[in-house]
């Protein structure tokens, strides 16, 4: 039974530096450089800011955006994340709702947010596709937004970090506590006089 709570220990400790360290990673990228887009194993990794692809995608989820390759096809019905002509830093996730073909290739697609009741104003051009919707991480995007904020810091990195050196403190300490009560008892635990 020890040696089951040992192993769960471990691997416990393992999955929180792992955890922490990937919401570090993404926090930090993104202040680090926010005209770039964070990454993370070749997928780009976004926050959720507006309501619009409710229910399908809500704010604050994180949306894992797989990049587009050059000769992929992109469907009615496939939700696309993709710079707006207006700002190019700002990206938007949306839902092909049409393409119009010109000369027998897809020429731009129709866009639409599933709350939203009318189709987007400006169509998109695969130029300004960044990639396909991958998956979703719900609502962990309010924790990445909070740990770019100087409480959140605090609170998410170095708070859990020293929990982490504590309790290997009081680990030592057992260890220590341990071995003198073996020696101690290894010595018959008295002294003659």
Known sequence: MKILA???SIGLTAF?????????VLA???????????????????????GSMEPAIHTGDIVI???????????????ITFRTQEKADMLITHRVMGIIIINGAPAVYVTKGDAND???????????????????IPYFGYLVNFLRK???????????????????????????????AAKNSEGGGTREA
């Open 16 to 24: 929180m530096l792992l955890l922490i360290g990937a919401v570090v």
């Open 118 to 136: 009318a189709q987007d104003l400006a169509t998109v051009a695969r130029s300004q596709v960044v990639g396909t919707y991958a998956w979703r």
């Open 6 to 8: 040992k192993i769960l």
């Open 28 to 50: 930090f990228s993104g202040r680090r450089s926010p005209d770039r887009i964070p990454t993370l194993a070749g997928h780009k990794v976004l926050t959720v800011l507006s």
């Open 65 to 79: 955006v797989r990049p587009l390759d050059d000769n992929e096809e992109i469907k009615e019905g496939d939700i």
């Open 150 to 180: 100087p409480l959140g810091i605090i609170l998410g990195v170095v708070l859990p970090g020293l929990i982490l050196i504590a309790g290997e403190v009081r680990t030592i300490w057992q260890i220590l506590g341990e071995s003198e």
